[in-house]
Nanobody, 127 residues
Framework: HVQLVESGGGTVQAGESMRLSCTAS????????MAWFRQAPGQAREGVAV????????FYSDSAEGRFTIFKDLAKNMLYLQMNSLKPEDTAMYYC?????????????????????RGQGTQVTVS
């Protein structure tokens, strides 16, 4: 079993930056992919960024490409999402997710919201 706990959300102004953190615990050794997805009120869940061991590079949604960076600290069992140049449309609940499925990051991005494990979410508001 895997537990994921997000932190780092809050309220910022447009153009500012924010870093989200995800603490992973439990049996994380076989989690091939780790990712972030978000959901705004009244909207569908959207995969934002994913990093899988089957790929050397992460993949991002079109809305995140060039502004967001996903990275891990394996020693600390942490996953991060660095978000720069934030826009009001980035306002959403952000979730950390993990899955043991053996797919590439490109394949995984579309199904990140359906990953086997996810955290409780952290709210990001951009005004």
């Amino acid at each position: 079993h895997v537990q994921l706990v997000e932190s780092g959300g809050g309220t910022v102004q447009a153009g500012e930056s924010m870093r989200l953190s995800c603490t992973a615990s439990g049996y994380t050794a076989n989690m091939n992919c780790m990712a972030w997805f978000r959901q705004a009120p009244g909207q569908a869940r959207e995969g934002v960024a994913v990093k899988c061991t089957e790929d050397s590079r992460p993949f991002y949604s079109d809305s995140a490409e060039g502004r967001f960076t996903i990275f891990k600290d394996l020693a600390k069992n942490m996953l991060y999402l660095q978000m720069n140049s934030l826009k009001p449309e980035d306002t959403a609940m952000y979730y950390c997710a993990a899955d043991p499925g053996l797919v590439t990051a490109f394949q995984a991005l579309a199904v990140v919201p359906d990953f086997g494990y996810r955290g409780q979410g952290t709210q990001v508001t951009v005004s």
